[in-house]
């Protein structure tokens, strides 16, 4: 009998398993990292690597190069062959049936990660190790890994000068010369991005070291000879546009510091229109951000460049100092500083990558690091996953809690204080809440004028992107949150009403929102909101106050399909017409139709459904549909609904198809083939629509809390817990917390027997 696994269902396979681990990592301290990666075997840790693939943990890659073994250098060095990936999608699991983690829009697995992937590349050439060239070096059709071979073939060199080439990678390569022929005309010598395979390995041919590789290379390319090493000065154009480009300053083995310090002198004019923000140049920000920048260039380069200062291999406290200097002087330089994307998302990933490393601490975060905003944005967690340096942002929503209620406590004007002084925060957490116990409500603002243009600015949306408020107002205990503000209860004023459509939603202005006459704007908020929890919107759905407009809005606004469907269901039961109801169902969209619909608990209801809605879905989304039907049902519903619609003169082909052989074959083949399709919000996440609720109190880390109490520096613990994730089966975020809960019973010192121990 299959032995049943811890959490339901049955055991993970070994790469699923060991993957899980290796996400578990972020909830533990950096400093228990290696006791969890210990506890795995070396077989399972090449396996979790391949499972994650470019979304291994950054503190887990720093691991296995520094300390191995080297079997897992290889297979990460495997993975690392290929260019950083794209953005991910809003919302996708790695691991599906198990808990994974949700990629975020802006962050490490996204661009972002891309210089420090190539960082974890050079520190892998840097061993010059034949089987870790070879898996860098990656098949010979690969594309987008030129700068890796030309650092293997030409740019690395040993102490004889010469490059340091496997044998058996050269004679490979002698092997291609001897067959390669110019795939493209000469003009394209000058593009590095062509995606012609051959093309680009004859380029990194025709420049290596090896005059027994590059001429044979020149020469097929019709060069006069090989392709030398220098490139020109940053004052011709082409470079420019090159440097101006992502990776330009963090894939180059070695780079000419003189060159970047020269170029951050002049870099504003260089730049020019193409740096959206204050002249930004890509290479210049990944240069500043490599791990062999010389500290005497860093200061040079951060005096001619301040943008420089929010870019580090490593961040630590000197790093949040830099920027606190680098951000002054450019209010000077540029006449005032605005907050642009570009630097919020710069600074997020930075503190995401000191916090996972363990170079900076929370509470060094809150005292030092600017602006405001950033870090309280990490404070708050936004689903039920683990999240990049979960356990650092755990520990800094405790310190941010810990702040609050010793500076402002349940003062009820203080919090009305600070809650408006950080819309305009430029400053860092410690600073805004310090400033603000000290200086008191009254004389927290230069004037009433002051005051009130900044109420009106919030109230007509044009902060809407600053999460502060919302982020500080959900660490106030319930009761202080209901009386912010405009103390309430009553009609939610239209302060109040810009906050709750923003994120995170504090538990206060949620309470707030569902006392006795907030408002019918108030509760309409509160539904459009995508972050929104269940519970708040199962609620909404039995509100007694305007129950059918209610409904109907929550019908056309709410994100969560689940809720839709229930909606509509219950304006059926209060006898709401279906004229009524169409009118707002229509302008829905196909794929929020195709999900009302798919919400069907049986035959009956989805035959009932098609016939109402299906004349407003395309073929691929009916067919998937029909299918369902057909399946459960038999075709002739099918049938039914397609004639009903459209007369039979106008059935889909493979309607009339399944009428002519009298089964649903054709139905079915028709929706397999729609299901392999990329149908936004059907078969893939829709990206215009994302739906992210977040727990009932966003500011709680239940995970990471129960690990700090039960697992912080406890390797008999951690041996355990890395036993029971590599046994257990699906496991939901809860389970997991239970989990740790459960392994921390164990007595200290006396640990519990795994497999192959006494």
Same mark, same amino acid.
């Given at each position: 009998?299959?032995?049943?696994?811890?959490?339901?269902?049955?055991?993970?396979?070994?790469?699923?398993?060991?993957?899980?681990?290796?996400?578990?990592?972020?909830?533990?301290?950096?400093?228990?990292?290696?006791?969890?990666?210990?506890?795995?075997?070396?077989?399972?840790?090449?396996?979790?690597?391949?499972?994650?693939?470019?979304?291994?943990?950054?503190?887990?890659?720093?691991?296995?190069?520094?300390?191995?073994?080297?079997?897992?250098?290889?297979?990460?060095?495997?993975?690392? @062959?290929?260019?950083?990936?794209?953005?991910?999608?809003?919302? @996708?699991?790695?691991?599906?049936?198990?808990?994974?983690?949700?990629?975020?829009?802006?962050?490490?697995?996204?661009?972002?990660?891309?210089?420090?992937?190539?960082?974890?590349?050079?520190?892998?050439?840097?061993?010059?190790?034949?089987?870790?060239?070879?898996?860098?070096?990656?098949?010979?059709?690969?594309?987008?890994?030129?700068?890796?071979?030309?650092?293997? *073939?030409?740019?690395?060199?040993?102490?004889?000068?010469?490059?340091?080439?496997?044998?058996?990678?050269?004679?490979?390569?002698?092997?291609?010369?001897?067959?390669?022929?110019?795939?493209?005309?000469?003009?394209? &010598?000058?593009?590095?991005?062509?995606?012609?395979?051959?093309?680009? &390995?004859?380029?990194?041919?025709?420049?290596?070291?090896?005059?027994?590789?590059?001429?044979?290379?020149?020469?097929?390319?019709?060069?006069?000879?090989?392709?030398?090493?220098?490139?020109?000065?940053?004052?011709?154009?082409?470079?420019?546009?090159?440097?101006?480009?992502?990776?330009?300053?963090? =894939?180059?083995?070695?780079?000419?510091?003189?060159?970047?310090?020269?170029?951050?002198?002049?870099?504003?004019?260089?730049?020019?229109?193409?740096?959206?923000?204050?002249?930004?140049?890509?290479?210049?920000?990944?240069?500043?951000?490599?791990?062999?920048?010389?500290?005497?260039? =860093?200061?040079? &380069?951060?005096?001619?460049?301040?943008?420089?200062?929010?870019?580090?291999?490593?961040?630590?406290?000197?790093?949040?100092?830099?920027?606190?200097? $680098?951000?002054?002087?450019?209010?000077?330089?540029?006449?005032?500083?605005?907050?642009?994307?570009?630097?919020?998302?710069?600074?997020?990933?930075?503190?995401?990558?000191?916090?996972?490393?363990?170079?900076?601490?929370?509470?060094?975060?809150?005292?030092?690091?600017?602006?405001?905003?950033?870090?309280?944005? *990490?404070?708050?967690?936004?689903?039920?996953?683990?999240?990049?340096?979960?356990?650092?942002? $755990?520990?800094?929503?405790?310190?941010?809690?810990?702040?609050?209620?010793?500076?402002?406590?349940?003062?009820?004007?203080?919090?009305?204080?600070?809650?408006?002084?950080?819309?305009?925060?430029? !400053?860092?957490?410690?600073?805004?809440?310090?400033?603000?116990?000290?200086?008191?409500?009254?004389?927290?603002?230069?004037?009433?004028?002051?005051?009130?243009?900044?109420?009106?600015?919030?109230?007509?949306?044009?902060?809407?992107?600053?999460?502060?408020?919302?982020?500080?107002?959900?660490? $106030?205990?319930?009761?202080?949150?209901?009386?912010?503000?405009?103390?309430? /209860? !009553?009609?939610?004023?239209?302060?109040?009403?810009?906050?709750?459509?923003?994120?995170?939603?504090?538990?206060?202005?949620?309470?707030?929102?569902?006392?006795?006459?907030?408002?019918?704007?108030?509760?309409?908020?509160?539904?459009?909101?995508?972050?929104?929890?269940?519970?708040?919107?199962? =609620?909404?759905?039995?509100?007694?106050?305007?129950?059918?407009?209610?409904?109907?809005?929550?019908?056309?606004?709410?994100?969560?399909?689940?809720?839709?469907?229930?909606? *509509?269901?219950?304006?059926?039961?209060?006898?709401?017409?279906?004229?009524?109801?169409?009118?707002?169902?229509?302008?829905?969209?196909?794929?929020?139709?195709?999900?009302?619909?798919?919400?069907?608990?049986?035959?009956?209801?989805?035959?009932?459904?098609?016939?109402?809605?299906?004349?407003?879905?395309?073929?691929?989304?009916?067919?998937?549909?029909?299918?369902?039907?057909?399946?459960?049902?038999?075709?002739?519903?099918?049938?039914?609904?397609?004639?009903?619609?459209?007369?039979?003169?106008?059935?889909?082909?493979?309607?009339?198809?399944?009428?002519?052989?009298?089964?649903?074959?054709?139905?079915?083949?028709?929706?397999?083939?729609?299901?392999?399709?990329?149908?936004?919000?059907?078969?893939?996440?829709?990206? $215009?629509?994302?739906?992210?609720?977040?727990?009932?109190?966003?500011?709680?880390?239940?995970?990471?809390?129960?690990?700090?109490?039960?697992?912080?520096?406890?390797?008999?613990?951690? =041996?355990?817990?890395?036993?029971?994730?590599?046994?257990?089966?699906?496991?939901?975020?809860?389970?997991?917390?239970?989990?740790?809960?459960?392994?921390?019973?164990?007595?200290?010192?006396?640990?519990?027997?795994?497999?192959?121990? /006494?």
């Amino acid at each position: 009998m299959e032995k049943e696994a811890e959490g339901g269902g049955t055991p993970l396979t070994v790469p699923d398993a060991a993957a899980r681990v290796l996400l578990f990592t972020q909830v533990a301290r950096a400093g228990d990292l290696p006791l969890v990666l210990n506890a795995l075997s070396a077989a399972q840790l090449n396996a979790g690597i391949v499972r994650l693939g470019p979304r291994v943990p950054e503190a887990v890659i720093d691991h296995v190069i520094a300390h191995g073994p080297h079997s897992a250098r290889r297979t990460l060095a495997w993975q690392l @062959r290929l260019p950083a990936p794209g953005p991910p999608p809003v919302v @996708r699991r790695v691991l599906p049936g198990t808990f994974g983690l949700v990629p975020e829009p802006h962050g490490l697995y996204g661009h972002e990660g891309m210089p420090y992937r190539d960082a974890a590349r050079r520190r892998l050439l840097s061993f010059a190790d034949p089987d870790l060239d070879r898996a860098l070096f990656g098949r010979l059709e690969q594309v987008g890994v030129a700068w890796v071979r030309s650092a293997i *073939l030409r740019d690395r060199v040993g102490a004889d000068g010469e490059a340091v080439v496997p044998p058996d990678l050269r004679a490979k390569l002698v092997d291609f010369l001897g067959t390669a022929v110019l795939p493209l005309s000469p003009s394209h &010598l000058a593009d590095t991005d062509t995606g012609d395979p051959e093309f680009e &390995l004859l380029r990194v041919l025709a420049g290596a070291r090896d005059l027994g590789l590059s001429l044979p290379a020149a020469r097929v390319l019709g060069l006069p000879g090989p392709i030398p090493a220098a490139e020109p000065g940053w004052r011709d154009q082409a470079w420019v546009r090159r440097w101006d480009r992502p990776g330009a300053g963090s =894939r180059p083995w070695r780079l000419d510091w003189d060159e970047v310090l020269a170029l951050a002198q002049d870099h504003a004019s260089v730049a020019g229109e193409s740096g959206r923000y204050l002249g930004q140049i890509a290479g210049l920000d990944e240069a500043a951000g490599r791990e062999d920048i010389p500290e005497d260039v =860093r200061r040079r &380069l951060v005096a001619g460049y301040p943008q420089a200062a929010w870019h580090a291999a490593r961040p630590d406290v000197v790093t949040l100092r830099r920027i606190a200097v $680098a951000v002054a002087a450019l209010h000077l330089d540029w006449d005032g500083f605005e907050q642009a994307p570009e630097f919020v998302a710069a600074i997020r990933d930075l503190i995401i990558r000191g916090l996972a490393a363990g170079s900076l601490s929370a509470d060094e975060v809150i005292e030092y690091a600017v602006p405001a905003g950033v870090v309280l944005d *990490l404070a708050w967690r936004g689903a039920e996953e683990i999240l990049p340096a979960a356990r650092g942002r $755990a520990d800094l929503a405790e310190g941010v809690r810990s702040l609050l209620y010793q500076r402002i406590g349940d003062d009820i004007p203080l919090w009305t204080a600070v809650l408006l002084r950080s819309f305009t925060w430029s !400053g860092t957490v410690a600073e805004l809440v310090d400033s603000t116990a000290v200086l008191g409500p009254e004389h927290v603002f230069a004037d009433e004028d002051q005051l009130e243009e900044l109420i009106e600015d919030v109230a007509e949306g044009e902060y809407r992107d600053v999460p502060s408020a919302n982020v500080l107002m959900a660490f $106030a205990r319930p009761h202080v949150g209901l009386e912010l503000l405009s103390e309430g /209860p !009553g009609q939610m004023n239209e302060l109040e009403l810009e906050l709750l459509k923003g994120r995170p939603l504090p538990p206060g202005l949620v309470a707030r929102a569902l006392v006795a006459n907030p408002g019918t704007d108030a509760r309409r908020a509160l539904a459009v909101n995508p972050v929104t929890p269940i519970a708040v919107l199962r =609620r909404l759905l039995h509100e007694p106050v305007d129950p059918r407009n209610t409904r109907l809005t929550m019908l056309h606004d709410v994100a969560d399909p689940g809720i839709r469907c229930a909606a *509509l269901e219950l304006l059926e039961q209060s006898g709401t017409g279906w004229a009524q109801i169409m009118h707002f169902a229509k302008g829905l969209g196909e794929a929020r139709i195709y999900q009302l619909v798919a919400g069907a608990p049986n035959a009956e209801r989805l035959h009932f459904l098609l016939k109402k809605f299906a004349r407003y879905l395309g073929p691929d989304t009916t067919a998937l549909l029909y299918a369902r039907l057909a399946a459960e049902a038999g075709p002739e519903p099918v049938w039914d609904v397609a004639t009903a619609i459209g007369g039979v003169d106008h059935v889909e082909p493979f309607v009339r198809a399944s009428m002519a052989s009298g089964d649903a074959g054709p139905l079915l083949t028709a929706a397999e083939i729609a299901g392999h399709r990329v149908l936004p919000g059907v078969t893939v996440p829709d990206p $215009a629509h994302p739906y992210d609720p977040h727990p009932d109190d966003p500011t709680s880390w239940p995970l990471e809390t129960a690990v700090r109490q039960h697992l912080d520096n406890r390797p008999d613990r951690w =041996r355990i817990m890395v036993h029971r994730l590599m046994e257990a089966g699906p496991l939901e975020y809860a389970q997991l917390v239970e989990l740790v809960e459960k392994v921390g019973t164990v007595d200290d010192g006396v640990g519990e027997a795994v497999e192959g121990e /006494p």
